[in-house]
């Protein structure tokens, strides 16, 4: 599956493809998530914008516990795919990991 | 059914939603036909800043219609004849605006139906009414290219650049948006290669500082601010250019009426910073992490990108 950090203004975007068992592990923690009755929070112009990966419905955008797919918007209130996707990310992003990781925790 | 969008962003879009009720469609195009005088064509009224009108459109063909009741109009528009009576429908159908649209638009993504929208909405369309704005005249347009402003630099007078008119809906479209980051905005190119500051003349650099990426998009032919460029160069644009240290870059342009436009890699072009404010100095608006402020550089009809 593929995976994309939405960060980046001027470069692209970091991109990565989660093996099988790891997009298996992915699909679970989104099936568990339940339906939002809140508005979701809408990402900044510039800075960490959320995550996007894919499902069987298409493209699905991960941001600051909303998860947004085509057809509704989840409720991730422990930011569970934010944080599991953080975990993924490649190694040479490890600063802005960080970073990411402690606008997360604020964001909680 | 019915599309009501209420005419009043400029940057993000317009609350939007659909009534697909049919009972619902006729009880409201019924007040409106009763209403004579409400209903405008719509962008005939104020076109400035802020709310201008709400509209609606009826978006079937085989839609039943009411005697004087236009298959698209826009209420509470100055252009109303009896803009109190038009107002008073137009409130009633904002009260009404659904909280969680069962018809998902495109739209809802960015500009989603809130509770905290429609009482911001109720709030300026009640200010909107009580001190109606005069509709502007279009100002005459140069024959030339009605879209582009030629003006002096007001940092070196020496010196001039065009000024374009804010025009997002180029960029945001599926087949633009993804494609084309900040730089192809700063410099008007839409490349759709993500264009990178110096990649067309093998200038490319990968260390996110002031020094290394102006080295690189001065490859590409931008000049430092202040180095006038000739009549020749014409359409020159005025840029800025900002860091992210060691993370990234991000580049703005001057746009006609005073502000600054930008878009934020594959997301949309708008004309806001991270506070929703319009941007009027790229120097001092909320650049999130983007903390470096480098430089203006002019780019001229010479300058490639890729």
């Known amino acids: 599956m593929l995976v994309e950090l939405d960060v980046f203004s001027g470069r692209q975007n970091p991109r990565w493809e989660l093996d099988e068992p790891r997009s298996e592990e992915l699909r679970q923690l989104h099936s568990r998530l339940k339906a939002s009755g809140q508005a979701h929070t809408e990402p900044p112009a510039l800075g960490y914008r959320g995550f996007w990966y894919s499902d069987a419905d298409g493209r699905v955008h991960a941001y600051h516990g909303y998860v947004r797919t085509g057809r509704a918007v989840l409720a991730d209130p422990s930011f569970t795919i934010e944080r599991y996707l953080l975990a993924q990310t490649p190694v040479e992003l490890a600063a802005l990991r960080k970073r990411i990781e402690s606008e997360l925790a604020e964001a909680k | 059914m019915l599309r009501i969008e209420i005419e009043m962003f400029s940057g993000r879009p317009n609350p939007v939603w659909i009534i697909t009720d049919e009972a619902e469609t006729k009880r409201f195009l019924a007040a409106v036909a009763e209403a004579e005088g409400a209903t405008a064509k719509q962008g005939a009224g104020f076109t400035g800043l802020g709310f201008r009108e709400v509209r609606v459109d009826l978006i079937g063909d085989d839609e039943p219609r009411q005697k004087r009741v236009p298959k698209q109009f826009a209420l509470a528009s100055t252009a109303s004849k009896d803009l109190k009576a038009s107002g008073a429908i137009a409130l009633r159908l904002i009260q ?12 809802h993504a960015i500009t989603p139906l809130t509770a905290e929208l429609r009482d911001r909405i109720l709030e300026r369309v009640t200010r909107f009414l009580a001190e109606p704005p005069r509709p502007r005249r279009p100002k005459p347009t140069p024959p030339s290219n009605p879209l582009r402003t030629t003006i002096q630099d007001e940092k070196c007078t020496q010196c001039q650049y065009e000024v374009s008119q804010y ?14 980051n900040c730089y192809n905005y700063a410099r008007n190119w839409r490349t759709n290669t993500f264009a990178q500051p110096g990649r067309a003349h093998g200038a490319q650099t990968s260390i996110m500082a002031c020094g290394t990426v102006t080295t690189a998009a001065m490859a590409d032919g931008l000049k430092k601010r202040c180095t006038c460029l000739p009549q020749s ?44 404010v319009l941007i009027v100095n790229p120097e001092t608006c909320n650049r999130g992490g983007y903390t470096d402020f480098c430089d203006y550089f002019y780019a001229g009809r010479s300058v490639v990108i890729n």
């Open chain 2, 167 to 180: 025009n997002p809906g180029f960029w945001n479209v599926a087949t633009v948006q993804p494609y084309n």
């Open chain 2, 233 to 276: 160069e014409y359409p020159r644009r005025l840029m800025a250019l900002v860091i992210d240290p060691g993370t990234d870059y991000h580049w703005y342009r001057h746009q006609r009426g005073g502000f600054w436009g930008h878009k934020p890699g594959s997301t949309a072009a708008r004309n806001v910073d991270n506070s929703n």
């Open chain 2, 96 to 107: 009404a605006m659904p909280l969680r649209s069962q018809v998902q638009l495109v739209e």
